[in-house]
């Protein structure tokens, strides 16, 4: 029995040999350089291909490209002053752009009039047909800083004939009478760039600890481990407002602005760390790790040429989809006060503006910085997922 | 008269990338109290073979034509025609033909105890009680020579050894006494010396109940110490069906030649590199046209060299007996004069 | 089966005096002691406390010694069920918050079960039948429900309830039974208004499980056990349901876990929207009145009632999965 029993099957795989060749048809063919193609491609190469395939994750990115372009060049797109508050243009409503004056292309609005019911004592608004004021693109307007360095003071467009601050309203205006549009341009600068600080934050408390973790396991990672267990099981929002509320009532925008950044990532860097801790375990002991090391490789040489490519793909990915929290949560703090404070604007600032229910029946496009958030979150999140697909090249 | 007979089956995986074949014209005939050994590479079809006469094929794999038809009280009852999911099916899976298969580990759930598992798969099939049916698991277990059984029915799978599990799904397997046993690698995840006690242990239930045994392996000692016939599979396709000592002592197909030459025995010179079969099995999107074999095979016979024009990169060969009960599919053993098979270009 | 238990109540126990740590880290931060508050806010009423009261008062919270002192002080008190004053309300801290903690946890719970409820069926239905039109369109709307912040939704519900159904739809009683005593029908009421929070605040959970059950179940389904099941005779649906939907329960139960810790903080900013009386506004407003006892008193307690929530969910877990049971892990 023994030895019939131990009689396995293995053919071992050896170069098909030259002769007879097989005759193929032109599908295999393509598919033998389509298989080269893959076999030579490199790591970065194979993920480009394979996130290329998932359309909704493309379609994502172009829409975040795009909101950080906004994010760049937010002066040039806002036509007002976010500032500038005008009393008789409080709660305008968003105003109707006509695109055709006669038949031609000429962009207009009419002009304003504001009136106080005598019997509600809310201000309400009518059309001056007579007095059209053309849009203008390329216009010039308030001063400010292109790119930080660049004085100028054209902006995407502009009224003619009427000052834009007082006559442009096309999201509307805001309790104080200032337009919207604008503010929402300055708040989408700080809501992102407030998400990528933090991520920032997260990813270093994250990588160090959870490499930590993973690299020297033991004692230290039990530590860690129950660390972020911990973290995980505390309900966030009660602690980050706690935190939020011992700031300083004095604090200037900028300080603030980072405050709230370390606040968030406190907590943020947990999923973060478990992602690099994870990747260590199994990267540790793979074959591939022992040969480099066999072949003479360094340990800084094995992290770096061996390691970090596939660790990096999945700290991208995972910090991608580790971003849409982080706007969420400033956009809450804001939202309820404890975060980022007039006269700074984000989200959750202009959104603030809406917390009361009367308000918004009244005026609903308060709401409408709610849209960019879903937006945005939503982009991250297919984004993240494509990427977290196309991390793993050779997965199925 | 055959327990079941197997003509011609086709079970394809119709996927958008391409469409593979798994089954690809299977004909066996399966004898009461007999084994019938099926061997072959992996991903030469022999599983989904199993799984087909079963009908628990996953999707998309589905049988495309054939016919698989199981004696029933005189008659046949055609099992490739059945509603998958039907009563009429699910009267046969486990009461007519019990499956036994790879991974012991695995094919018990973790979350259920071994006892309700087995005692579920009785009631299926036995109007029993509860208590009637645990008494019968009991019994069963003692049969497949577990001990202690009325503490391991309590017991999780993976609280057991592994030869208890294998133990343990051969009972369960056997529940309703079923006239088929198909037992798909049955030994291919234990050691050796359980091995050869789970095969024992079937060598005996066959002699006890006189039911058939399809027995799917890719180890030829396996097949060599019990089967009574032989089905070689190769990408799909039977290439030679026989009688086991003329499998193993008078190979036909060079498929079959090849696999018995890369044995290692215990006559042979030590530190000696074994013969292999040349190339690996191709790609199921990129099959060969003509004999799916032609390209590893040491005997291939190119168009011009060929009798009757007939060649291994053109035709496709079909069945050819060439002693009683041994048939080979080969265009070597083709008879002078017959009809030229008819060209058919599998690659697609 | 016990070395589990005593570890998951070891780690509980952790989190609990981590969130104590926190808790008086937010009661501290602030400038100013407690007592210099008080007296400000006294003067400001322009009543006055003399010195000797303010030095008694001092001494009774153990202003006058070290940090790690007033901490253990603190602790102790909170054990015995004194949270100290609300300077804000002039009350107990037990007081103020009164049935806002069980409102909360009532909110909480029917959030949690909301979400178990629609997303077992969804979550089978979008693996079994994988890719098909209703799996994407579920995963469409859970990739939406993940996206809208629950304070959001719940903005734009009350919009739509105050335009369309010109109702104000949030809240958790009628006004007839807000300050009434509990009776049959308050509870009755209590439910009634129960449904719009508990989909506010479970939506994003709900995305979250559906995906972790269809990703499990997919698993699941591809295991042997389930071709075993079927080879025994067993039907499709008999067989899904009773061994890969089983297995793939556990990891949901497990979900709990962090379910609970996410549904409160949403809770937190929801009722505020929603004008839920939970432990949420209260708050809010106590930290934006600098009444630090109250505020940490919440954190703290909202801490602990997570904390007894996720030893809840291993328990369920241990009665699930048998391996738990057994050895301890799985």
């Known amino acids: 029995m023994a030895t019939a029993a131990n009689i396995v099957v293995t053919p071992v795989e050896t170069p098909p040999p030259a002769a007879p060749p097989a005759p193929t048809a032109p599908g295999l063919v393509d598919g033998r350089v389509a298989e080269e193609r893959v076999s030579v491609a490199s790591q970065w190469q194979l993920m480009w291909w394979r996130f290329r395939k998932h359309r909704l994750a493309m379609v994502s990115a172009g829409i975040v490209a795009l909101f950080y372009l906004g994010v760049i060049f937010a002066d040039f797109l806002a036509y007002a002053d976010p500032y500038a508050s005008e009393g008789q243009r409080t709660l305008l409503p968003p105003q109707a752009i006509h695109l055709f004056d006669d038949g031609r292309f000429a962009p207009f609005v009419y002009g304003i009039k504001g009136e106080r019911d005598l019997t509600t004592f809310k201000r309400v608004y009518v059309e001056d047909t007579s007095r059209k004021l053309y849009v203008r693109p390329f216009a010039t307007g308030f001063d400010y800083k292109l790119l930080g360095f660049i004085p100028t003071n054209m902006h995407l467009i502009g009224l003619d004939g009427a000052p834009t601050e007082t006559n442009l309203f096309l999201l509307g205006g805001d309790l104080q009478g200032r337009d919207l549009w604008s503010r929402l341009m300055y708040s989408t600068q700080t809501s992102l760039t407030i998400g990528l600080v933090g991520v920032t934050l997260s990813l270093l408390f994250g990588v160090v600890l959870g490499g930590i973790a993973g690299y020297y396991g033991g004692f230290a990672d039990t530590v860690i481990q129950r660390l972020i267990e911990v973290l995980f099981s505390i309900p966030s929002i009660p602690l980050w407002m706690g935190l939020a509320a011992a700031m300083p009532r004095d604090w200037g925008i900028v300080q603030v602005y980072f405050a709230i950044t370390v606040i968030i990532s406190l907590i943020g860097w947990t999923t973060l760390a478990r992602v690099v801790r994870g990747r260590f375990l199994s990267l540790r002991d793979e074959d591939f790790v022992k040969a480099a090391e066999l072949a003479g490789a360094g340990p800084w040489r094995i992290i770096f040429v061996h390691l970090a490519p596939l660790f990096l793909s999945h700290i991208i990915a995972a910090t991608t989809l580790a971003l849409p929290a982080m706007i969420i949560s400033e956009t809450a703090l804001s939202f309820l006060g404890l975060g980022l404070r007039p006269p700074a604007m984000s989200w959750g600032v202009l959104l603030q503006q809406a917390q009361n229910v009367q308000t918004v029946a009244l005026s609903p496009w308060l709401m409408i910085p709610a849209i960019p958030v879903t937006i945005v979150i939503l982009a991250f999140n297919f984004l993240g997922d494509g990427l977290r697909d196309a991390a793993d090249p050779y997965g199925v | 008269m055959a327990l079941l007979s197997v003509r011609d089956l086709r079970t394809y995986f119709v996927a958008d990338e391409g469409t593979t074949r798994a089954v690809d014209g299977a004909t066996f005939d399966l004898y009461a109290g007999k084994t019938l050994g099926i061997v072959g590479e992996t991903g030469c079809g022999k599983s989904v073979t199993a799984r087909s006469i079963l009908r628990i094929v996953e999707r998309p794999g589905r049988i495309v034509s054939g016919e698989i038809l199981l004696q029933r009280d005189g008659g046949y009852i055609d099992l490739a025609k059945l509603d998958p999911d039907g009563r009429e099916i699910r009267r046969v899976r486990g009461g007519e033909i019990g499956l036994v298969f790879q991974e012991p580990m695995t094919s018990f759930s973790p979350v259920h105890t071994v006892g309700d598992q087995v005692i579920e798969a009785i009631q299926l099939h036995r109007r029993l009680d509860k208590a009637r049916a645990r008494a019968r698991a009991i019994e069963l277990f003692r049969m497949v020579g577990i001990s202690r059984p009325e503490g391991r029915l309590d017991e999780y799978s993976w609280q057991l050894s592994g030869g208890l599990r294998q133990r343990a799904m051969i009972a369960m397997a056997l529940a309703a006494e079923p006239r088929l046993l198909i037992a798909d690698e049955p030994t291919t995840a234990l050691d050796v010396t359980t091995q050869a006690q789970i095969l024992e242990l079937l060598r005996d239930l066959q002699r006890k109940t006189h039911m058939a045994i399809m027995l799917i392996t890719h180890d030829l000692g396996v097949i060599a110490e019990m089967a009574d016939d032989v089905v070689v599979m190769y990408l799909g396709r039977v290439v030679e069906h026989g009688p086991v000592d003329q499998i193993f002592h008078a190979p036909k197909h060079p498929y079959t030649q090849a696999l018995l030459r890369s044995i290692p025995g215990i006559q042979h010179e030590a530190r000696v590199k074994l013969p292999t079969i040349s190339g690996s099995i191709p790609h199921p999107f990129a099959r060969p046209a003509g004999c799916p074999f032609h390209p590893r095979c040491a005997l291939v016979m190119a168009c011009a060299a060929a009798p009757d024009g007939v060649c291994c990169d053109h035709h496709e060969p079909e069945l050819i007996t060439v002693e009683e009960g041994h048939s080979v599919s080969c265009h070597l053993y083709r008879k002078k004069g017959a009809a030229v098979p008819l060209a058919l270009e599998s690659a697609r | ?330």
Not at chain 3, 285 to 303: H, N, S, W, Y
């Open chain 3, 1 to 330: 089966m016990l070395t589990y238990l005593a570890q998951r109540i070891g780690l509980g126990i952790l989190t609990i005096w981590v969130v104590s740590v926190l808790s008086f880290v937010i009661i501290q931060l602030p400038p100013g002691d407690y007592v210099s508050t008080y007296l400000a806010q006294l003067a400001e009423q322009g009543s006055t406390a003399s010195a000797a009261e303010a030095e008694s008062l001092r001494v009774e919270y153990g202003l006058d010694q070290p940090v790690y002192v007033q901490y253990a002080k603190w602790v102790f008190q909170m054990v015995q069920g004194n949270f100290g004053m609300s300077l804000d309300w002039k009350r107990p801290v037990a007081d103020v918050i009164g049935d806002r903690l069980a409102l909360t946890m009532i909110v909480t719970v029917a959030a949690i079960l909301f979400t178990w409820i629609l997303a077992l069926p969804i979550g089978i239905y979008s693996a079994v039948r994988q890719y098909s039109v209703a799996d994407y369109i579920f995963t469409f709307l859970g990739f939406l429900g993940l996206a809208v912040p629950s304070f959001l939704l719940a903005l734009v519900l009350m919009y739509f309830g105050f335009v369309v159904l010109n109702a104000n739809i949030g809240g958790l009683f009628s006004p007839e039974y807000a300050d009434a005593p509990w009776s049959l029908a308050k509870a009755w009421d209590l439910a009634q208004h129960l449904p719009i929070p508990a989909l506010v605040l479970g939506l994003a959970g709900t995305a979250q499980l559906v995906r972790i059950m269809r990703a499990n179940l997919l698993d699941e389904l591809r295991k042997p056990y389930v071709i075993t099941a079927l080879a025994k005779g067993l039907s499709e649906r008999r067989a899904i349901l009773k061994y890969p939907v089983r297995v793939a329960l556990n990891p949901f139960a497990s979900s709990i876990a962090f379910l609970f810790p996410q549904v409160v903080s949403g809770s937190i900013i929801v009722s505020l929207v929603l004008s839920l009386p939970t432990v949420g506004p209260l708050l809010l407003r106590a930290l934006l009145a600098q009444d630090m006892f109250l505020a940490g008193t919440i954190v703290m307690l909202i801490g602990v009632l997570t904390v007894i929530g996720i030893l809840v969910s291993d328990l369920i877990l241990m009665w699930l999965d048998p391996r738990i049971r057994l050895y301890g892990r799985r």
